[in-house]
């Protein structure tokens, strides 16, 4: 998968206060197991709750793809936010054309905006930890850094949102390890990859974008797009004419498999 590492300065200005953050006493104990090798089907009556309150049950440590809307459905999945410039506006084309979503939220773009998370959760869309400050490298880092990272936003969304888990764990750029992917999982939240990437966060013009997704569906139904990082109009304008495009062609929305 790529690793969408250039351009990303604005990241680096919120890092300092993301490594910041304090380990919440939750009574949960700092994961310290090596991962084993990592394979098989989802744990039995695996089913984490996107309602509040409970703790999640294990799912399925490999890196999700598939929809569950069926052969003919699709996953749209929005990276990098919350941003009040931005994630309003998607917002608005989803509920417009009548699709749900899963958000890839940032630990420290969720703890910024938490009213955004919950209009997210409100609208019937899925919270995804996507770290707490979008390291690109963190497969390189130690295990308990990974842990740090994936475990501090994951608690940071839950607050955000009012109470409500994230069913997913996008690593940022795809720097899945089999540490991070048997620890999200344990947590109940499912790997979640991408078939589709966009590159709208390089802002390449609304008709590449468009011309993106539809050249490459053909490789899954995991559709990547980013709601922050900077100015998204491409990224806005492109879901105008992707959403109806996608129903045009008969596909159905749905969320990645768990």
């Given at each position: 998968m790529a690793r969408h590492g250039g351009g990303r300065g604005w990241y680096g200005k919120v890092v300092g206060a993301a490594l910041g953050v304090t380990m919440l006493a939750v009574g949960a104990s700092v994961w310290t197991a090596q991962a084993d090798s990592v394979g098989g089907g989802p744990a039995s009556g695996a089913s984490a709750s996107a309602a509040p309150g409970g703790a999640a049950e294990a799912v399925d440590v490999s890196i999700a793809h598939a929809s569950d809307a069926g052969p003919r459905g699709v996953n749209i999945t929005?990276?990098?936010?919350?941003?009040?410039?931005?994630?309003?506006?998607?917002?608005?084309?989803?509920?417009?054309?009548?699709?749900?979503?899963?958000?890839?939220?940032?630990?420290?773009?969720?703890?910024?905006?938490?009213?955004?998370?919950?209009?997210?959760?409100?609208?019937?869309?899925?919270?995804?930890?996507?770290?707490?400050?979008?390291?690109?490298?963190?497969?390189?880092?130690?295990?308990?850094y990974q842990s740090k990272e994936i475990l501090d936003a994951e608690r940071m969304i839950i607050k955000a949102s009012g109470g409500v888990r994230p069913m997913y764990y996008r690593a940022p750029g795809g720097a899945f390890t089999p540490y991070s992917r048997k620890l999200a999982a344990s947590h109940g939240m499912r790997p979640l990859g991408w078939n589709v990437d966009t590159k709208d966060f390089e802002r390449p013009g609304t008709d590449a974008i468009v011309a993106t997704v539809q050249r490459e569906l053909a490789n899954g139904p995991t559709i990547l797009f980013h709601d922050a990082g900077g100015d998204r109009t491409q990224t806005v304008e492109a879901l105008r004419q992707v959403l109806p495009w996608l129903k045009e062609q008969g596909y159905a929305f749905g969320f990645p498999v768990r």
């Open positions: 929005i990276d990098d936010g919350p941003d009040p410039a931005w994630t309003p506006q998607v917002l608005d084309l989803l509920d417009e054309y009548g699709v749900k979503a899963t958000f890839c939220m940032t630990g420290v773009q969720a703890e910024a905006y938490p009213d955004l998370v919950k209009d997210v959760v409100a609208a019937g869309h899925r919270l995804c930890d996507h770290s707490v400050s979008h390291d690109t490298g963190m497969d390189k880092k130690p295990e308990a």
